[in-house]
């Protein structure tokens, strides 16, 4: 009878460790260049129970790493979270400028809203040690989710490989298979640090890209706008003047509502099947004359063998068969645009 009992309690502490571990959610660390569309992922992610974000670390893109850094803590502030860390990163591309886009976010990147100060305090640590250390301290567990130009990401595993295998799994927005928007071939987070997008997409660990051709699929209208509108909440105002700035800027240049780029790969971590994301090897290209960072995506994962020969009327290289390609990441190419809008909505209604 004792030995029942006792039996029971264990039972019973498992099945609770086990529904808390799963209530706590998806632990995710968030990468960010904050910006307005990544105040929508962000405040996205504080609000989805599936996702526990232990921090923010912020890289210069959208705005400077300072403006970034400030930001990042007055939305933490905004949505009472002072328990998410921010930390600052980097404070420019690897080897290159950095390009602010103020133009397309607003002096301030978020959509030039005047958040109130913030309560919260930015962590000492810089933002890929955070990273490193948040890693080894929950092997196996962390998801990182890069939505800015993946400078932190590549200097926390050039500084501590180590972490790779670590990693569950990265699910980052950037890059493109079907033409840039900085240009013909390149997109703003990875053109912004091509090496480090090389790095990044080379590391070996399972990589989500989540780029502008999902998100050119993804728009938020005015009809979403009407419905966060319709409620209200510091977090929910804020988002709606943010989509309101966005959608207005769309309009001008003849779209009909604004892609959420940032968001959606917050998405696909709350949840992949959203997406539909065929297994390519990509390549970040660093050098090309009209294609630096461009992301190369070798839709099927082989390659020609060219292999020299030596004729009588000269050497020419001759195809001798297919050489196989590992692939090294799930390109999103579809999304079920709707449902993920509805989610985003009900998720800041009212918060
Ligand atoms: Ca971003």
Redesign the pocket.
Known sequence: MLANFRLLTVLFVLLFLVVSAAAAGRKVIID????T??AL?IMLALNSPELDVLALTVVP??VTAAQGLENALRMVSLANRCDVLVAAGAQHPLFQKLITAEFWHGKNGIADVQLPPSKCKADVRWGPDLIIEMVHAAPHEITLVP??PLTNIALAIQKDPSIIPLVKEIIL?GGSITGGNVNASSEA?IYNDPEAAQIVFQAGWPLTMVGLDVGNKTLLSRKHLDELGKTHGPVNDFIYQVAKFLIGLSEKFGETGTPM??PLAVGVAIDSSIVTAPLMHVDVETRGEFSRGETVANRRNENERNVLHHFPDGDRYVIEGLDKVQPNAKVCTEVKADKFLQLFVSRIQGK
């Open positions: 960010t260049d904050p910006g569309d990544d992922a893109g959208n939505i800015g927005m987070n780029y940032d």
